[in-house]
């Protein structure tokens, strides 16, 4: 007899089925997926446009709920979760309120569930510092570019110290140089808070930088064509998108689109 481990996975879904009606038809987005995602692992979703992702990151946030099959979260319904305040979300473009300042953009999750104005300001020092913002909590987000603007964002949704971090699509706005950077920026943030991580990309170079695993998902319908495992060591570096296994690793998921 082993030791009892805890195997619970963090995010489970069991042959879920996401259908969308509208006025004339019905989309079938998403058929039978089944995943396990573990605590503490950072993965991809990856795919072309319209195959499913953000109806999969909808899924888990409970912003959504499946036409079939089931969400769970730690063993319990996503709903749960999400009343727990589980997730945290960053989205595309970063969403922030212009007539508030960097610093009160972070904390106004915590000044909605109450949370004292000295635990403010110091959580927003420490997001800050986290960040790579500090000295920047005085200006307003038009103030800052756009991969500043997105770091703001991944700090609000940080605030809450969710067990969680969902993120659709958060650099693809950005430019190529900027966009790497914050990966590394993003990789050295989840060392320290050591979340979960699900991350919807469709830039195969950015799904192996980050992930420990990349969820490969196929169109019409969305549906999980591959699971590939990125055996990259931590941490990443830059040198590593240079490297022969890098390479093999973006063959081999390119492969894995073509076989569907
Ligand atoms: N609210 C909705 N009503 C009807 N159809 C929808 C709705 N949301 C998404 N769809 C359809 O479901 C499919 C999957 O959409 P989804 O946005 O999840 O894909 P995606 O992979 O995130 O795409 P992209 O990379 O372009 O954001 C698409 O065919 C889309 O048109």
Known sequence: MGIAVNTVPEIQFEGVEMKY???NAEVLALQQIS???AQGEFVSLLGPSGCGKTTLLRLMA???QP???EVKVAGKSAREARQAQKYGIVFQSPVLYEWRKVKSNI???LELMGVKK???EEKAARLLELVGLKGFEDKYPWQLSGGMQQRVAIARALAMEPEILLMDEPFSALDEFTRERLNEELLAIWSE???TVVFVTHSIPESIFLS???FVLSPHPGRLSAVVDIPLPRPRTPEMRGSAEFFELIARIRGSFEGV
């Open 118 to 120: 000295n635990l403010r």
């Open 107 to 109: 904390t106004l999750p």
């Open 193 to 195: 808070v050591k979340n």
């Open 67 to 69: 036409t079939a099959g």
């Open 21 to 23: 009606s509208t006025a």
């Open 35 to 37: 995943m396990d995602i």
């Open 212 to 214: 420990d695993r990349v």
């Open 62 to 64: 409970d912003l959504i």
